[in-house]
């Protein structure tokens, strides 16, 4: 019988097969146990024996914590963590990990697919022409993309690959981030309200948290002068929905672009629904086969670096450096 060194349970995970985190793991004869559970308890009872666990939404409360003796480390499919008490997890010496960037490219083109999308008219004119309608004079006035201004909010990792992207079709960028100093290639760092008032589009690219919550509200919409098209890629609640609905009622925003809403899915009666010049996608940035395959292997390589004594490349509590559970090296 195969000697396993370790055991690692994956709490619960919302994909089907686990091929890619046993090859990982296989690897340092782990025994991996796929749990699928989500009450306290049941989660105490799967985990009990483990070194090491995989966590997707499943709470792991500090009581939940306490009882796993044996755990050296969390590592949390995607980027949040807000399905583990850091806290309790750096008094009891576990570390958390996160996989932060293994969907950039996928958002970027999903960004950019609805901004062309929205330019060209191609979804309009596709409804159109399978309904028996031949006439581009249907989808006037479309302009060209070369000399616009691209407004990025939020310039970290997905807004950059996004400014990246975009300077192949002549579009200018700029971007407000208050927590940049400077951005690496042609973006322009600049404030707020220059990126509303200058933007031909304007793509949300930052975290949603409290002060980012309905940071485009009525009143941010009423500052873009260029009628804009606006892409979401980011989290829904970061536009106030009802004022962006009356503003593309109005006609002060050309179109609207939007991965996520702020409510998931929408309800049938959600106005966006029956706008012709908004596009629609079930969050669906972040998914392509290789980046979730990619997402399921670095989840189990952070576990699989700390049972072998070394730091993840991506730690989210780094307070725990000096009281894990095991000596690690950088
Ligand atoms: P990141 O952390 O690399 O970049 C976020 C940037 O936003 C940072 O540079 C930060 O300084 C900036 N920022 C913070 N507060 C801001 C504010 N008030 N105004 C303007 N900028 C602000 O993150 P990322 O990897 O580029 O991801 C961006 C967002 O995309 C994530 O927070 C997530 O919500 C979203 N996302 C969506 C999908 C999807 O499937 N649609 C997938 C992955 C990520």
Redesign the pocket.
């Known amino acids: 019988m195969k000697q396993h060194h370790f055991q690692v349970v994956i709490t619960d995970c919302d994909h089907g097969s686990i091929q890619e985190e046993q090859e990982e793991l296989d690897r340092i004869g782990v025994h991996l146990i796929l749990a699928q559970v989500q009450e306290e308890k049941d989660l105490i009872r799967v985990s009990r024996e483990a070194d090491g666990l995989l966590n997707q939404y499943a709470l792991l409360t500090r009581k939940v914590l306490e009882n796993l003796p044996r755990c050296k480390v969390i590592s949390r499919y995607g ?1 949040g963590v807000d399905s583990v008490d850091l806290k309790a997890a750096t008094d009891l010496g576990i570390v958390v990990a996160n996989v ?2 293994y ?2 490219d996928e ?1 970027a083109n ?1 960004t950019i697919a609805m901004l062309l999308t929205l330019i060209r008219k191609t979804a309009f004119f596709n409804q159109k022409v399978k309904s028996g309608r031949w006439d581009f004079h249907l989808g006037t006035p479309i302009y060209r993309t070369k000399g616009k201004t691209l407004g990025l ?7 950059l690959e996004v400014a990246k992207k975009i300077s192949g079709f002549g579009v200018e960028v700029i971007a ?5 100093q400077k951005v690496e290639g042609k973006v322009e760092l600049t404030d707020f309200d220059t990126v509303l008032k200058k933007s031909d589009f304007i793509s949300i ?5 409290e ?2 919550r309905h ?1 485009i509200g009525r009143k941010e919409l009423q500052k873009m002068e260029k009628r804009p098209l606006i892409i979401n ?3 829904g609640p970061i536009i106030d929905e009802t004022a962006l609905i009356e503003a593309l009622r109005e006609g002060r925003i050309s179109g609207a672009g939007l ?2 809403l702020e409510k998931e899915p929408p309800d049938p009666e959600n106005p966006l629904l029956k706008m012709d010049n908004v596009i629609l996608s079930p ?5 392509s086969e290789e980046s979730i395959s990619e997402l399921k292997r670095r989840t189990a390589k952070n576990v699989s670096d700390i049972l072998m004594g070394r730091w993840p490349s991506s730690v989210v509590n780094h307070e725990v450096k000096g009281k894990t559970r095991v000596p690690l090296s950088e």
């Not at 407000?176 to 940049?180: H, V």
């Not at 690219?205 to 948290?209: A, I, R, V, W």
């Not at 969050?283 to 998914?287: I, K, L, M, P």
């Open positions: 980027v932060p960037d969907c950039m958002v999903q909010i939020g310039c970290g990792k997905i807004g407000f981030d208050p927590y940049l690219h930052c975290p949603l948290n002060s980012t940071l890629t980011s989290r991965d996520v969050h669906v940035g972040f998914y």
